[in-house]
């Protein structure tokens, strides 16, 4: 998988409580992505950072929040979690535009 | 909105025959790639494709592109069951390398 980590692998949490997913790369590239992935949909980017503290929203960024404080590590944090949240999220590391993807993380929210 | 939409959805075929998985798309892109995913696990890159390329290969892999129509194919020769996976085409269009994933087509390739 590239260099790149994800945890936890899983995890279940009750709805309204905050939840922080975290992205770990050892690949110094520039570019991380967050996405999502849900039956019938596809992937749907959440947010991306193109570099240490530089963030910006993607398609479906409402009720999350990002961070990157260093180049190797990308922090989703879902702020009151909701059910609607239940997914598989997936992180991607690039240098240009070929990305290599982590393992995802399976969240369920009840 | 999604940007790429595969079809089919689904394929099923046997060990030896060729898959081919087509991708539409609606605005000019700067490139096509193409991901692999095993059930569970994360999508692998297999093929990127430039908007001023028509045609790529990467051993039984070919891919073409079709600007005009807004379109491309994957064809996977001679496919193994090992094969077996989910599909997905992917439009590099704008700023950052920021991808629009399709919704993908779930190949079955049966021994």
């Known amino acids: 998988d590239a260099g790149i980590t994800q945890s936890p692998r899983h995890k279940v949490t009750e709805t309204g409580t905050p939840v922080t997913l975290r992205c770990h790369q050892t690949?110094?590239?520039?570019?991380m992505y967050w996405y999502r992935q849900d039956p019938g949909h596809g992937l749907r980017l959440i947010h991306y950072?193109?570099?240490?503290?530089?963030?910006d929203k993607g398609e479906v960024s409402d009720g999350y929040s990002v961070s990157r404080s260093k180049t190797e590590d990308f922090l989703l944090t879902l702020e009151s979690a909701t059910s609607s949240q239940t997914s598989v999220y997936f992180c991607?590391?690039?240098?240009?535009?070929?990305?290599?993807f982590g393992p995802g993380t399976r969240l369920t929210v009840t | 909105s999604q940007q790429g939409e595969e079809d089919p959805q689904a394929l099923s075929i046997q060990e030896g025959e060729n898959a081919t998985m087509n991708c539409s798309y609606k605005t000019s892109i700067n490139n096509l790639q193409w991901y692999r995913q095993n059930s569970g696990r994360g999508l692998v890159h297999l093929i990127l494709?430039?908007?001023?390329?028509r045609e790529k290969h990467s051993g039984r892999l070919r891919v073409t592109l079709d600007t005009s129509k807004k379109s491309s194919s994957l064809l996977i020769t001679a496919s193994r069951a090992a094969d077996t996976a989910s599909y997905f085409c992917?439009?590099?269009?704008?700023?950052?390398?920021?991808?629009?994933f399709g919704k993908g087509t779930l190949l079955t390739v049966n021994p």
């Open positions: 992917a439009t590099d269009a704008g700023s950052n390398y920021k991808l629009t």
């Open positions: 950072s193109y570099g240490v503290k530089d963030t």
């Open positions: 690949e110094n590239h520039r570019y």
């Open positions: 494709i430039r908007s001023n390329e």
């Open positions: 991607a590391i690039s240098e240009e535009s070929e990305q290599y």
